[in-house]
């Protein structure tokens, strides 16, 4: 009878924390290549209505990142431990908290201290963990955006934070997977390190964009307006030039 697979439900977690931090940029495929070339350098909308939603936009999908990040962190560690440790004792460990997980089966798993509390990876897995229980265990008014003012709680949940943790996440991954004599780089194809390292700098600089000012806000909502009169008095005279033209002559 042969061995139960590696269950790899992790992965695609983390392919999801990848693809949501990358949308999180809103890049195209050139401007990856410009960040992979070291020539990007990305710009605030020039308009402050653009500039607010493409803020608020970016953050969501950072935290749907982190969130994923999360899942696939605590997947993966429970997959290592029925690997590892055998089905009744991984159960016995189930009830510890995710972070706790990452410290101790490691060490029950190779009879040495792997992950230290305080340390990386372990500090920046913790507080993946964090993040994501304020995310689902969120207070009533906590995640309420208001136009006005930066998305909900952005210090902590922008592009910038959710790649940093994912990157800690890998690195987390990468150590035990080596461990384990299966090389990172034929276990993860697709979700790397190296390529998010590269977009690493571009988040950092999005994630420090000011958010528009009032007065910003108010000029983009006017001029915005304005164009909206000028379409609907367009609209107006094109449909009474094409009345005047039907109207039967004398």
Do not use: C
Not at 136 to 150: L, T
Not at 224 to 235: R, T
């Amino acid at each position: 009878m042969s061995e139960p697979s590696f269950e790899n439900l992790w992965y695609e977690y983390l392919f999801q924390a990848q693809r949501l931090f990358e949308g999180s940029l809103h890049l195209s495929n050139a401007e990856i290549l410009a960040a992979y070339n070291g020539t990007l350098t990305p710009e605030p909308k020039a308009d402050a209505l653009d500039q607010l939603g493409y803020l608020f936009v970016s953050a969501r999908r950072a935290r749907h990142s982190i969130v994923f990040s999360a899942l696939g962190a605590e997947a993966y560690i429970n997959a290592f431990a029925a690997e590892h440790l055998g089905d009744q004792e991984s159960e016995a460990l189930d009830q510890l908290r995710p972070a706790a997980k990452w410290q101790m089966i490691p060490k029950l798993a190779f009879n040495e201290t792997i992950f230290s509390p305080g340390d990386e990876p372990l500090q920046s897995i913790s507080q993946l963990f964090r993040r994501r229980n304020r995310l689902v265990h969120a207070k009533r008014g906590e995640w309420i955006d208001d136009p006005s003012f930066r998305p909900a709680h952005y210090d902590s949940y922008n592009p910038d934070e959710a790649v940093k943790l994912l990157i800690k996440t890998l690195e987390g991954i990468y150590e035990l997977e080596t461990r384990s004599g299966r090389p990172p780089q034929d276990e993860i194809e697709y979700v790397s390190i190296s390529h998010l390292t590269t977009l690493a700098p571009v988040a950092r600089i999005i994630s420090q964009f000011a958010l528009p000012t009032e007065e910003e806000l108010k000029l983009a909502r006017a001029r915005l307006q304005d164009d909206d009169d000028v379409d609907a008095s367009g609209s107006q005279e094109s449909l009474n030039d094409e009345m005047g033209d039907s109207e039967p002559t004398d």
